[in-house]
Structure formats: structure tokens, C-alpha cells
């Protein structure tokens, strides 16, 4: 056997057992609803918690329409889109339990202050009952906390007095020290939650950062998190560590107990 | 020699050669100077139609004060950022030829139009020259051309006579059929540019978009190539191919004839 053959035999040995390994991962995680169970939360408890979201450019008003049929079934906390579309959305679930979200100034933060208002105002109009503001990310690391909290303030004062507010602090863009800074910030300015992820830039939501932004907001405030939330296990762990709504794009796959490919 | 041994040492000739080929590569990509002289554009031309950009979200002052150094170093012709550094960016550059460029809706395009328009006015108010706004592309592909049209129609009305309005289009995520359309719409919308991407969803320009936009827009309107355009060669070959201006966040390296990392 010379080089060449002893090369392709050991890669296609290794790829054979790669995939078997991706396989049994592929099984392990359909077990997923049956581990759920045991950390205590039901499917349709689980429900309650979850913001079903479509975010992607170029969605289509089919999609939409859609993600709202599913929200409906499933009956979870709220439908969460771009402003855009929540008119659309309002519409459709009307007169139901489930709560319309629109994300602002998304997914980057760093549109002005009154840019960010006027466009949470707007959502407001147009039937929003939550908002998913985006933090001025370089405001907080360039040290200009006091922007970043005029911001947030700004936002708090355009929503009703029933109008969530949630502050997305991008955690895998910020050190300990800035996660705990965003946070204390975002309790300070009023807002009702505060986000781990956009689900656009980096990693999304981990235990440890759930587990951290729960110690610092209290037990008062509300924690989400969001991105990369693929399947039953993960969210229920998030919840276990400290988390009270969870963002998915892939909520059916992951009520019914199989790992989405969906992250936002 | 057993097992372990023999699959060390594959393994070691795998690296060597896969370096080999990377260190290659990389003096390959080290001559895209010369090779882009040849196509008759000089640096000093190159950087006329560069818009030197940084939309990451996080990025500090520091980083946009660098940005516009290297601009007026450079003589780039803009430079392009968030409407919440254009006020920075604006007081850094006044005096010199070096133009102010705001994204707006940026980078989903899926705000409503009044909230986009606000943006725009509010970019306009603080320095903002040039607008990169992103279609709502959404709209766009469920078939709400009008939506699209009088989405552009209203970011031109809060222009001044002076504002350059460009109109990413987003290609990767559309369909041959589609960007025609798009390139269509934005010109009949009175928008100075189309654009191919944001850099932040999918594939960036290909040459052969920037040939099929500039077909369909005509000579008079403005075709702006973005999205992964990291040397020299492939600026270049852009140009060629019938764009007009640039965007890029490696815009130093390309000046340099280096492989830059920063696709926006």
C-alpha cells in the first residue's frame, strides 16, 4: 500500500466514524423533551416563555402569517419581529392571548436616541405590546454610559404603561465587567428585561451569562435569553438558571422535541 | 511504525503541506498591487471611490477617530457609519473633502418607512451627506412593490438636493429576477446608487452582480460594490465590471496591496 492509499483508507475511516459520532448526537438530542421533563417544566409551560421570532431579511408575509398560526397553536408569549411587519402581525392575533414584540434599533443598537424612539413609538401605533431594543453597544465601551442610559430612558418613556421593555446587551460582545455594567444600567433606566443576544452578531445566549444577569438584575427583573436556542434541553437549562423568556426562531421544532436549525 | 505513529505523522504532512499552501497564497495575494495597476486604476483613483467603513457593532470612538485619520490620509471618499457616530465623524471631517455616509434601516431594511425616514432626516441634521439605506426586502419578495418604491421615494424626499441616496439591495438574498426588479425600483424611486450588500447577511458583491446592476441601472445612475471586498484585485475587478464606488472596512490594507480580514 503506498502514501496516497494509506491517506484516503485512515480519512475515510475517520469520516465514517465522524459521522456515526454525529449520529448518535442526532438521537441523543431527540431524547432532549424527555430530559426537559425532568428539570420539571412542561411543554406547555415551556410555551409561556418563549418569544417566537423571525427576524431574517426577506421574510415573507407567508412566513409571517405562519409564525402567527404556530404562536397561536402553540400558544406562546409572543410573536417577535421587525417593525416592519408588526402591523401585520397585531392583525393577525388579535383578540388572543399572544402579545406582539418588536425588536428596535435592531440588530446593531447605533441609530441615535430619537431615531430609536420614534421608531418604538411607531411600533407602539401599530399594536406592540413589547419592545427588544438593541443597547448602544459602542456608547458602553467607548464610556459614554450616560448615552447609553439616556437611551434606554428615551425608550422607556415612548412605551405605555403596559408596554414591555427589554434591552438586548449583546453578551458576546462584552467583557464580565461590561455585561454587569449593561445590566445595572438597563434596571437603573426602567427597563422590564434585559437580552442576552441579537442572534446576528456572535455567539448567542450561554448558562453562565444567564446565571450572571439574574445575579445582577435581582429576582424582580426579567432575564431573556436568545440565540442559538435550538432545542427542548437548552431552553429549559436557561430557564433553570435564571432566565423567564426565551427567544427562538425554531419553537415548533423545538416544542415537538427535535434540534431546530433556526437561531433567530 | 504503529497505528498512532503512522497517523502523527500524516497528520504533521497534512499541516506542513496545508501551510505550504496558505504561505502561497498569501504572496499570491501580496502582488494584487501590480496586478491592479494593470488594470489602469492607481491607488490615488482607487481611493477616490473607496467609502472607508466601520458599522460593527461595539466599535469605540478611538476606532472612529482611526477611521477618519485614515480617510483624510488616504483621501477616501467617504466614510460610512451608524447614524449614531455621524455627528463624531462629521466634526472630524469638516473642512476636508472627505464625505460623511449614514446607513439607514440598516441592516435588515425592515423598520417602517416613517421610522427609516426619521432616521434619514436625523443622519441629515447631524453631518450625514451620503445615505446607504436598505430596501425592504421583505416587502420587495411578497410581492409590496409599491411599499418598496415609496420606501425609497420617502428616504429621497428627506434628502437635500445635495444628499446621494444609495440603495442596498441585498443580493445574495435575491433572486436574478429580483434584482433587476430591485435595481428597477430604486432608479424609478429617484435613488442615486444601488448597492449590492450590507456585509452582514450572506455573500458580499460578485462581479458578476455589479455587471448584471449597472446594465440594468444604465450609465448615469451609481453602482456601489460591498460586502467581502478585502484586495486591491478584487476592488478593482469590481470596477472594471461597472461599479463606481466601494465600500469597504479593510480599506487600508487594500491601499496597501495587503489581504485585509474586515469585510465591512
Known sequence: ????????????????????????????????????????????????YIDHTLLKPGATQNQFEQLCDEALQYKFKSVCVNSSWVSFVAKKLRGSSVKVCSVIGFPLGEMVTKSKAFEARSAIEHGAQELDMVMNIGALKSGNLKLVEED??????????????????????????????????SKKAGADFV??????????????????????????????????IRDYKTAVAMLNAGANRIGAGGSVAIMNGVPSKEDY
Open 1 to 48: 500500500m503506498d502514501e496516497n492509499e494509506l491517506i484516503e483508507k485512515i480519512t475515510k475511516e475517520v469520516l465514517a466514524k465522524l459521522e456515526k459520532m454525529n449520529q448518535e448526537g442526532i438521537r441523543k438530542e431527540d431524547n432532549t423533551k424527555g430530559n426537559a421533563s425532568a428539570g420539571n417544566i412542561s411543554p406547555a409551560e415551556l410555551a409561556g
Open 152 to 185: 434606554i430612558r428615551a425608550i422607556k418613556r415612548a412605551c405605555r404603561s403596559n408596554t414591555i421593555l427589554k434591552v438586548i446587551i449583546e453578551t458576546s460582545l462584552l467583557t464580565e465587567e461590561e455585561k454587569v455594567l449593561a445590566c445595572e444600567i
Open 195 to 228: 437580552k442576552t443576544s441579537t442572534g446576528f452578531t456572535g455567539t448567542g445566549a450561554t448558562v453562565e451569562d444567564i446565571a450572571l444577569m439574574r445575579r445582577v438584575v435581582g429576582p424582580d427583573m426579567g432575564v431573556k435569553a436568545s440565540g442559538g
